[in-house]
Every structure is written in C-alpha cells, then in structure tokens.
C-alpha cells in the first residue's frame, strides 16, 4: 500500500511537470519553415543547371574528359525521369537533347565497338532500351541507322537456358 506521503510527493512532481514541461518545450529551436519538398526541388533544379552546362555540342554529357558518355547521359535522362523533369529540360546550344546523343552514339556502345572485344552486351542494350522508355522514344526505330534494339536484344535469348 502506498503512503500517503508517497502520494503526495508523486502528484506534487506530476503537477510540476505538467505546469513546466509547456516552457520548456517552448524554448526549443524553431522547426525550418522551409518544407524539405521545396529544398529538395531546389538541390534537383540546381543538379539540372549544373548538367546543363556539362553538355557537349553533340548533346552527350562527358564523364572524366571532354568527349561525351553514353552511360553518363543515358543516367541523366534517367534521372530526368525519375524526378519527372521534361526531356527539354536539358538542351545544349545546338539544340540537342541527351537522348540525341543516345541515338547517335548508343548502338556502338551497346556492340562495345570502343573495346579490344567488340560484340553485343545484352547488360548494354538493357541499359539504353531503360533510358529510351524514360525518354518516351521509339525502341523498335531507334538511332543512325534505325535500329529495332528490342529485336536485337530478343535475338540473344536462349530458349534452351532461358538466358539472354
């Protein structure tokens, strides 16, 4: 059985800490009035600039030197995607989009031609065909010459291992 005294001493800090608690937490830091959405719009908007001013003249962005990349370019226009930003959000001076570059340089990197091993990376062609659906272009007529890259992609399969 509890005392009285326990008692008394127990609702004693109860009251206190219901009087005081309110001061306390009112003297916390203020919460940012900035929601993160908007920060994060931000940093996406500036990651875009930034790019922007990274794009060659072939519409290609480069990776450690001057000459474009296709794995470089074909992730920016993932990246415009996936955050929902136009394809036009990214236009170089000449007029061209990343996904121009794509089709002009992507089927050579997909057949590795800048390898001592040329030959078809099914890995490649995955890569590409995911950036040309990002991009809403055509996968069955795509690049110089048009290519049916899902066609070629299919030609890989093994129906006896179930591997591309």
Same mark, same amino acid.
């Given at each position: 059985?509890?005392?009285?005294?326990?008692?008394?001493?127990?609702?004693?800090?109860?009251?206190?800490?219901?009087?005081?608690?309110?001061?306390?937490?009112?003297?916390?830091?203020?919460?940012?009035?900035?929601?993160?959405?908007?920060?994060?719009?931000?940093?996406?908007?500036?990651?875009?600039?930034? @790019?922007?001013?990274?794009?060659?003249?072939?519409?290609?962005?480069?990776? %450690?030197? &001057?000459? +474009?990349?296709?794995? $470089?370019? #074909?992730?920016?226009?993932?990246?415009?995607?996936?955050?929902?930003?136009?394809?036009?959000?990214?236009?170089?001076?000449?007029?061209?989009?990343?996904?121009?570059?794509?089709?002009?340089?992507?089927?050579?990197?997909?057949?590795?031609?800048?390898?001592?091993?040329?030959?078809?990376?099914?890995?490649?062609?995955?890569?590409? @065909?995911?950036?040309?659906?990002?991009?809403?272009?055509?996968?069955?007529? %795509?690049? &110089?010459? +048009?290519?049916?890259? $899902?066609? #070629?992609?299919?030609?890989?399969?093994?129906?006896?291992?179930?591997?591309?």
């Amino acid at each position: 059985m509890k005392s009285p005294a326990k008692s008394f001493v127990f609702t004693i800090v109860l009251i206190l800490g219901l009087l005081f608690n309110p001061v306390i937490l009112a003297t916390a830091a203020p919460v940012s009035a900035v929601p993160a959405q908007s920060t994060t719009e931000q940093v996406i908007e500036s990651a875009f600039d930034y @790019l922007s001013t990274q794009m060659n003249p072939d519409g290609g962005i480069p990776w %450690f030197d &001057e000459t +474009s990349s296709v794995a $470089v370019t #074909l992730r920016a226009v993932l990246a415009m995607a996936a955050t929902d930003t136009s394809q036009d959000r990214l236009v170089n001076a000449e007029g061209l989009q990343p996904i121009d570059y794509l089709a002009a340089e992507g089927l050579s990197w997909v057949n590795q031609e800048e390898t001592d091993s040329p030959g078809f990376s099914v890995a490649r062609a995955g890569q590409l @065909l995911t950036a040309i659906a990002a991009a809403n272009a055509d996968p069955h007529q %795509f690049g &110089e010459p +048009s290519t049916d890259l $899902v066609y #070629l992609l299919n030609q890989q399969y093994d129906s006896t291992t179930g591997i591309y």
